[in-house]
């Protein structure tokens, strides 16, 4: 089956350009992650939604960064007024819920931003 | 709050020779624990996990690890390395506790095999 899908794959922006990065969850997984990683680092949590519900927005980087999931399925992450910090690849993961335990999280190819 | 400990950013092995990748946690109670690898301009794939059954655990491609609390350790080995094991390769954890499953990653130890 269909892995977890990202796009754009690249995107070049100018400094204070909106951005809309999109993900398409595997089917049926409930709980949708995204992390960002910069060059040479781990990815670092952003946010996580169960369903539509947004339970976990604490690393969200400011108040520029916004994510949703209206159905439950597709997440949009936005980012408002690009910066030069904002340069980074974007992954989402999903899987299913965890209920006695993490559940394994598939992940995207990400989305490489590179912000001029 | 928890954390994890790649030592060495870098590893460097012949082709055939163990591999060992290092990781440390601190935690009091002992947590989940994950190895990811990660392939150029691809995503995180995980190995193998660790979720307080057997402490040693064995993943694909050959991969295993050990989970030691006394060490606070869960590093990553191979018997024998290939070509096609060069990747970055990440530890991750989950506190056991709390309800929240959002893993914190380590900084990444990238693997590379010479022939």
């Known amino acids: 089956g269909a892995g977890v899908s990202q796009s754009p794959r690249y995107k070049v922006a100018k400094r204070g350009q909106d951005v809309a990065l999109r993900c398409d969850p595997i089917s049926g997984h409930v709980s949708l992650f995204w992390y960002q990683q910069a060059l040479g680092q781990g990815p670092e949590f952003l946010t996580y939604f169960q369903n539509e519900a947004q339970l976990d927005k604490s690393g969200l980087p400011s108040d520029r960064f916004f994510a949703e999931r209206p159905e439950g399925s597709v997440s949009t992450l936005k980012i408002q007024r690009t910066q030069q910090e904002d340069s980074a690849v974007y992954l989402c993961?999903?899987?299913?819920?965890?209920?006695?335990?993490?559940?394994?999280?598939?992940f995207g190819p990400g989305t490489r931003l590179l912000v001029l | 709050a928890q954390s994890v400990t790649q030592l060495g950013s870098h590893v460097s092995v012949s082709e055939g020779a163990l591999v060992l990748l290092r990781c440390n946690y601190s935690s009091s109670v002992p947590p989940y624990l994950f190895w990811y690898v990660q392939y150029p301009n691809q995503g995180l794939q995980l190995l193998l996990k660790y979720t307080s059954a057997a402490t040693l655990v064995k993943g694909i491609n050959g991969f295993e690890a050990e989970f030691k609390k006394s060490e606070t350790s869960f590093h990553l080995t191979k018997p024998s390395a290939h070509m096609s094991d060069a990747a970055e390769y990440f530890c991750?954890?989950?506190?056991?506790?709390?309800?929240?499953?959002?893993?914190?990653f380590g900084r990444g130890t990238s693997l590379i095999v010479h022939p």
């Open positions: 991750a954890v989950i506190p056991s506790a709390g309800g929240s499953y959002i893993p914190t």
């Open positions: 993961a999903s899987s299913l819920v965890g209920i006695q335990g993490p559940e394994t999280q598939y």
